[in-house]
């Protein structure tokens, strides 16, 4: 093999080049340090724009600019990604607390995406990106190279406030996440300088002082209180929130949008549902924002009989009007791990960050006071010996060790004494020096007692946050009520109830016509079709057919085409089995009973609402025997003493009480009318026809062309218990063709 | 009478110097000539935040 070459199994290098991928992208990409709450591109931008002077006080220089430095100097990765990294930090509804001041297009809350491209947009750091910077040249931070080792970059920036908690994250490594929403400036340093405190604090301690978290664009945090306590106790959760609105005239103002919400996209969720009909208390729908009103929704209630709150909890319900929020409180911690954080230990690990780098600060500050004393420990020297010191540099060719060893100066005061420009001599006076002394010297006894003494330092910490949130903090803008969940309204009951009759025509085409009083026989079929079966209901009641094999189907009455035409063929909305027909239509109130039953003299009570079904394909409800048939189901009659009559086609009819037969949700049922196995398996004798009647009801028996009507004493002679053989009819009526109840 | 500013000369460069600024030629001092380097360092020493120096004669008696 030739040299330099390493030979490695597929699997060790996938394996390796894998792992190191995503340890990349999890510790150098997507996630967040608790320390200054930024991503790599993030923390490069920030310090590019401050290399570049665009302090918040500076005239803002062209996005380009900064760009090119970012990608140039320290992130060499794509110029629009890392822009678009740039905007986002730019967006007040975006970030709580932007850390750029953007001039020009920088996106619409419609379309965050929208902004314009970095040749025309200008940009500074914001006062508050100046809470990251302000300590970065004082020693706080470790410095590493760049990509190339030709400048150095910090590893983190010195925050002075929990950015992380402020402004938040969001981010997709490898295997894991990140989703910290955003919170107020007041709030969360008030809890910070509770756990300075009391370093122990629980959860529901500091969420005295954090009541949740607060978006840019406001609105309304839903999610019950103990579930955001159980939220900031695992650091994993999620959050629901609201828009607000209000009534003004008739209509309804919604004023502000949940978190990342675009307003078009609301709009366009509502007038889809108005489109299909959904929304019928809905007139109209305006996007009134302006640069007054940056939310500022209209919609117009039909009439002022609507109900406006069951509207809006409607739209929360099915619109982006409300909407959840992922918490994964995830982020690099100090240790340079990733993980997933409650809220004690995501400000514990923040305070240790800046008690670390307070410290480091006031150590640096140190060092710089004591170096400066021992110069003007130098100064002092010289003033007292000015003459002297001028003549040795005057005559001396190399002053600098006649000078040190004359006058017992270090290396350090004797280079500071001949760096010493000419026309500073007046300087060197004695009083001056020694105020300058007596100062610092002041300052070093102060600086070595915060360093010696922890209670110090806290207080230092303590007053320095106290002192940003004063400049920094606003009031909160997301309000936080608990709210129960939103309920949509049901689409049942957003359509009109008007009387229908469902027809079921033999070739199994099905229509339904508006009102009771319709003469299904009388309506036109097709050639060779004609009535078969039809049922009287409301439209927003759900039609039921019943085919052949014993399954049901369900179907929207209102959604039934009109009884003007010739109507639909239920196949093409429904897929019944191969080789089935229809055999019978139900509609009424999910609690109606019917009987269904097959010509084997089998039947069963079952509830309407049990032979629903979403399902195209219907679903199982009525066994039907070998041989057999099934029958056009019946209602029940509300009386408890309903009876149930079935008749053969041999003549025999059995009266019997109604309530013999037993309910189910599915099945075979009981014996109703007994025929004899070996007569059903010829198919001389089968169940020609059933009815339900109420006892003071008058049962009419067809056949042929004759028929006879029993009144309810004539009834007694065919009465029976269920399964028994029955009574034969009068001869001349044996052929029975089907019952009637008057 | 010469007077000139005071460039931005260190201490260490005070060795450089003539102890006469030169009546003609170059003076590391723009605008003043014939001077005694001494002079000019008790005028500097003198003034607060001395940025010019100025003498009225050039033949050795200043004022």
Known sequence: MAEGFERLPLKTFTERAYLEYSMYVILDRALPHVGDGLKPVQRRIVYAMSELGLGSLSKPKKSARTIGDVIGKFHPHGDVACYEAMVHMAQDFAYRYPLIDGQGNWGSTDDPKSFAAMRYTEARLTAYAGLLLTELAHGTVEWAPNFDGTLSEPVLLPARLPNILLNGSSGIAVGMSTDIPPHNLREVTAACIHLLRKPRATVAELCVHIQGPDFPTGAELVTPRAEILQMYETGNGSLRARATWEREGGEIVITALPFQVSGGRVLEQIAAQMHAKKLPMVEDLRDESDHENPTRLVITPRSNRVDVERLMQHLFATTDLERPYRVNLNVIGLDGRPGVRGLPELLGQWLEFRTATVRRRLEHRLRKVEERLQVLEGFLIAFLHLDAVIAIIRSEDRPKPVLMERFGLTDIQVEAILELKLRHLARLEEIKIRTEQDELAAERKSLAKTLGSKAQLNRLIRMELLADAEQHGDERRTTLIEREAAQAIDETALIASEPVTVVLSKRGWARAAKGHDVDPASLTYRSGDGLYAMARGRSNQLAVFLDSTGRTYSLSAHLLPSARGPGEPLSGRLNPPDGASFAGVLIGEPKDRWVLATDAGYGFIVKLEDLYTRNRAGKSALTVPKGASVLTPVPVPSEDDALLAAATNRGRLLIMPLAGLPELARGKGLRMLGIPAARFKAREEFVAAFAALSPQARLVIYSGQRKMSLKPSDLKAYRGERGRRGALLPRGLRNVDRLAVE | ?63
């Open chain 2, 1 to 63: 009478m010469t007077n000139g500013g005071i460039p931005d000369f260190s201490m260490r460069e005070l060795g450089d110097f003539p102890d006469f600024l030169p009546k003609s030629g170059m003076s590391p001092f723009p605008g003043l000539r014939n001077v005694p380097i001494s002079y000019l360092l008790t005028e500097i020493r003198n003034v607060p935040f001395c940025q010019e120096v100025s003498c009225s004669t050039t033949s050795g008696s200043f004022t």
